[in-house]
């Protein structure tokens, strides 16, 4: 470190005064703010969970920097820009990077025995100092912005983080182990492609017929979990909905709540999504929306850059490690930096309803201790588009409003979607949150929420998203999921006594349906399509080795499947703001022929690439609501603006 720096520093010991003044009162002795806006603070501070000077700072009475000096003078230490002055790398074994995430600080600069900290909570500093023992005694406090603290410790230990981020679940309950052995598995499954591929050339007709036996069997399964969920969503009344105004229990302080907002190959993000979130109502002191961006990711990091930022919107950057670039992955390291008790999770592209954080909050504050994680309601703000948005959001209104909330109402296992999800902080971590090699670790979280005895309830707060609307993005996004859905039946499957004993039998037979009988549907939907050959007196193979009585019933019960999907749709779109869909439920088996390709590719993908996250792409439509900006007339793009490319 050279001689410069260390005479612009000139670190000092931080030395206590006898009676030392609170933080308010050393703003006002510097003028920075007057008796007012301190009693504004003190007041909002009464029923907030959140430091004074954040208060101050996210009200916009105060400057961040106004913040350092008057902890510093507060605390009797000095204030240090790490921007300008960033910490010693060399310094990063010094404090273990748990303890300076617990609180707050970093180490900075190293003078003969004394390592200066640079803290952004001087009030944790103490407690640094007990957890390190006799090295605690050699630490002399620095006072620096908290959000300059997060970065310095990401730049420290990148790489110790980015580790823990992959391998937070426990090998046990985690796929990564499908890469570890990768080849061992590859020739077990190309001996089973090769065997079957064989049996098929020798005994075609005993093969298809097998195959059509099994897709009546998970036609049989689905369709009977979905009439269950129909009944039970129709029998039973709907939850209430959470009050918008937020609880007054006595010595109740509403906490901190951070979501996270994974992107990805972001050009045209920012305006949009800051005019989306600025809409929520719930304290912007209380409210931290994290971004979170790949470090490789130039695109994102250049929009980010040019880009105002209000103070409740951060940012972290994810370190490069490995050729893992996942979504779980990156949720995993923010976490570490996120300083709410409740975490959220948003996409780039969501428009969640104003009061969407006051119904959470509201809900975990009154919920049993055992509900662990809230899931909203998707909808979708381009349902006239297309035909294919179109039967995307009937397709998801039946899944979210009428099949979900039944699964939820059984007591089932509830698949979490990858957006507007709530978790209460402790649990998350206890489960080791998201398996970063899981493609669908949404519904992979759920199902181990379900293992421990923890609860899932779906929320009737609803987040606004763009409807998936071209053909080969929805195969691609499509494919993930079925890949993602296979991969983690497998996983948890792999010790089958151990999963019926923690979901009990109905919860059991519940996740096949969810998962195998999914994945199997969409897999074997041509050859039960093919029946309809039989149906027209044509020759059809499986007739060589099935009775017709057979084939009646199977082709049966496939009518009837399709007569209870056209139930559950009618049903699910029904409310006035869906009507103008109804028309086009009757058209939905068209839109899910394309379920076929995405079975073909979700199971080549298992091979080849089963860690690969097909990222989906959005942008094509704008909410109502943000206006695009205008483009110049000659300008190589004109055109509408896209909201986001994230998924």
Same mark, same amino acid.
């Given at each position: 470190?050279?001689?410069?720096?260390?005479?612009?520093?000139?670190?000092?010991?931080?030395?206590?005064?006898?009676?030392?003044?609170?933080?308010?009162?050393?703003?006002?002795?510097?003028?920075?703010?007057?008796?007012?806006?301190?009693?504004?603070?003190?007041? &909002?501070?009464?029923?907030?969970?959140?430091?004074?000077?954040?208060?101050?700072?996210?009200?916009?009475?105060?400057?961040?920097?106004?913040?350092?000096?008057?902890?510093?003078?507060?605390?009797?230490?000095?204030?240090?820009?790490?921007?300008?002055?960033?910490?010693?790398?060399?310094?990063?074994?010094?404090?273990?990077?748990?303890?300076?995430?617990?609180?707050?600080?970093?180490?900075?600069?190293?003078?003969?025995?004394?390592?200066?900290?640079?803290?952004?909570?001087?009030?944790?500093?103490?407690?640094?100092?007990?957890?390190?023992?006799?090295?605690?005694?050699?630490?002399?406090?620095?006072?620096?912005? #908290?959000?300059?603290?997060?970065?310095?410790?990401?730049?420290?230990?990148?790489?110790?983080?980015?580790?823990?981020?992959?391998?937070?679940?426990?090998?046990?309950?985690?796929?990564?182990?499908?890469?570890?052995?990768?080849?061992?598995?590859?020739?077990?499954?190309?001996?089973?492609?090769?065997?079957?591929?064989?049996?098929?050339?020798?005994?075609?007709?005993?093969?298809?017929?097998?195959?059509? &036996?099994?897709?009546?069997?998970?036609?049989?399964?689905?369709?009977?979990?979905?009439?269950? #969920?129909?009944?039970?969503?129709?029998?039973?009344?709907? %939850?209430?909905?959470?009050?918008?105004?937020?609880?007054?229990?006595?010595?109740?302080?509403?906490?901190?709540?951070?979501?996270?907002?994974?992107?990805?190959?972001?050009?045209?993000?920012?305006?949009?999504?800051?005019?989306?979130?600025?809409?929520?109502?719930?304290?912007?002191?209380?409210?931290?929306?994290?971004?979170?961006?790949?470090?490789?990711?130039?695109?994102?990091?250049?929009?980010?850059?040019?880009?105002?930022?209000?103070?409740?919107?951060?940012?972290?950057?994810?370190?490069?490690?490995?050729?893992?670039?996942?979504? %779980?992955?990156?949720?995993?390291?923010?976490?570490?930096?996120?300083?709410?008790?409740?975490?959220?999770?948003?996409?780039?592209?969501?428009?969640?309803? %104003?009061?969407?954080?006051?119904?959470?909050?509201?809900?975990?504050?009154?919920?049993?201790?055992?509900?662990?994680?809230?899931?909203?309601?998707?909808?979708?703000?381009?349902?006239?588009?297309?035909?294919?948005?179109?039967?995307? =959001?009937?397709?998801?209104?039946?899944?979210?409003?009428?099949?979900?909330?039944?699964?939820?109402?059984?007591?089932?296992?509830?698949?979490?979607?990858?957006?507007?999800?709530?978790?209460?902080?402790?649990?998350?971590?206890?489960?080791?949150?998201?398996?970063?090699?899981?493609?669908?670790?949404?519904?992979?979280?759920?199902?181990?929420? #379900?293992?421990?005895?923890?609860?899932?309830?779906?929320?009737?707060?609803?987040?606004?998203?763009?409807?998936?609307?071209?053909?080969?993005?929805?195969?691609?996004?499509?494919?993930?999921?079925?890949?993602?859905?296979?991969?983690?039946?497998?996983?948890?499957?792999?010790?089958?006594?151990?999963?019926?004993?923690?979901?009990?039998?109905?919860?059991?037979?519940?996740?096949?349906?969810?998962?195998?009988?999914?994945? =199997?549907?969409?897999?074997?939907?041509?050859?039960?399509? =093919?029946?309809?050959?039989?149906?027209?007196?044509?020759?059809?193979?499986?007739?060589?080795?099935?009775?017709?009585?057979?084939?009646?019933?199977?082709?049966?019960?496939?009518?009837?499947?399709?007569?209870?999907?056209?139930?559950?749709?009618?049903?699910?779109?029904?409310?006035?703001?869906?009507?103008?869909?109804?028309?086009?439920?009757?058209?939905?088996?068209?839109?899910?022929?394309?379920?076929?390709?995405?079975?073909?590719?979700?199971?080549?993908?298992?091979?080849?690439?089963?860690?690969?996250?097909?990222?989906? #792409?959005?942008?094509?439509?704008?909410?109502?609501?943000?206006?695009?900006?205008?483009?110049?007339?000659?300008?190589?793009?004109?055109?509408?603006?896209?909201?986001?490319?994230?998924?």
């Amino acid at each position: 470190m050279s001689n410069l720096r260390l005479k612009l520093s000139a670190p000092r010991m931080a030395t206590a005064p006898a009676r030392r003044m609170r933080l308010g009162q050393h703003l006002i002795a510097a003028g920075v703010i007057g008796p007012r806006d301190l009693l504004h603070g003190l007041d &909002l501070q009464r029923r907030i969970d959140a430091p004074l000077g954040e208060v101050l700072a996210t009200e916009g009475l105060v400057a961040p920097d106004d913040i350092v000096k008057a902890l510093a003078r507060q605390y009797g230490a000095q204030p240090v820009d790490l921007t300008r002055s960033p910490c010693d790398q060399r310094l990063a074994a010094r404090i273990p990077a748990r303890l300076c995430l617990q609180f707050g600080a970093v180490p900075w600069l190293e003078l003969g025995d004394r390592l200066f900290v640079a803290s952004g909570r001087p009030a944790d500093f103490p407690h640094l100092c007990k957890a390190l023992g006799e090295r605690g005694k050699t630490l002399v406090l620095v006072v620096a912005d #908290a959000r300059q603290v997060r970065t310095q410790i990401g730049r420290l230990y990148a790489a110790e983080l980015a580790e823990r981020a992959v391998t937070r679940v426990a090998d046990a309950e985690s796929c990564r182990n499908w890469g570890l052995r990768s080849l061992k598995r590859r020739f077990a499954l190309r001996g089973v492609l090769l065997s079957l591929l064989g049996l098929l050339v020798l005994f075609p007709s005993a093969v298809l017929a097998i195959a059509l &036996l099994w897709g009546a069997l998970t036609l049989l399964l689905t369709s009977g979990l979905k009439a269950t #969920a129909l009944w039970a969503a129709l029998a039973r009344p709907k %939850p209430p909905r959470s009050p918008p105004h937020l609880p007054e229990s006595k010595g109740f302080r509403l906490p901190q709540v951070s979501v996270l907002v994974p992107l990805l190959h972001e050009e045209e993000i920012a305006q949009a999504l800051i005019a989306r979130l600025s809409r929520l109502t719930y304290p912007k002191s209380l409210l931290e929306v994290v971004l979170v961006l790949e470090a490789s990711d130039k695109l994102t990091r250049a929009t980010i850059a040019r880009t105002s930022l209000p103070p409740w919107i951060s940012v972290i950057e994810v370190p490069d490690a490995g050729a893992l670039k996942t979504k %779980p992955r990156a949720l995993n390291y923010a976490l570490d930096f996120c300083r709410g008790s409740i975490i959220g999770v948003w996409d780039a592209e969501d428009a969640p309803e %104003p009061d969407q954080i006051e119904q959470i909050v509201t809900r975990f504050h009154n919920a049993p201790e055992n509900v662990a994680c809230l899931q909203g309601v998707l909808d979708f703000y381009n349902s006239r588009g297309n035909w294919m948005a179109r039967c995307f =959001s009937i397709e998801y209104a039946t899944w979210w409003r009428v099949i979900l909330p039944g699964v939820a109402r059984l007591g089932l296992v509830v698949p979490l979607g990858g957006t507007t999800l709530f978790f209460r902080r402790d649990i998350l971590e206890r489960l080791g949150a998201w398996d970063a090699h899981n493609v669908t670790e949404d519904a992979d979280l759920g199902l181990r929420l #379900a293992r421990r005895g923890y609860v899932t309830e779906l929320m009737r707060t609803t987040t606004y998203e763009e409807a998936n609307c071209r053909p080969w993005p929805w195969v691609r996004q499509r494919s993930r999921w079925l890949k993602g859905y296979l991969i983690t039946w497998a996983v948890h499957m792999q010790r089958p006594r151990a999963l019926l004993k923690d979901l009990g039998p109905l919860r059991f037979i519940g996740v096949q349906a969810i998962f195998l009988a999914t994945v =199997s549907q969409f897999a074997l939907a041509p050859l039960i399509w =093919s029946l309809w050959l039989s149906f027209f007196g044509l020759y059809h193979p499986v007739t060589d080795w099935l009775a017709p009585p057979v084939l009646t019933a199977i082709f049966a019960l496939f009518i009837l499947s399709e007569m209870l999907n056209f139930c559950a749709a009618t049903i699910a779109v029904s409310n006035r703001g869906q009507r103008h869909l109804l028309p086009w439920v009757i058209t939905c088996p068209l839109y899910f022929a394309l379920g076929a390709l995405a079975a073909a590719k979700a199971l080549f993908e298992l091979y080849r690439s089963p860690h690969f996250w097909d990222k989906t #792409a959005h942008g094509h439509t704008l909410p109502r609501y943000v206006k695009p900006r205008k483009r110049l007339k000659n300008h190589p793009r004109a055109g509408p603006l896209p909201a986001s490319n994230a998924s």
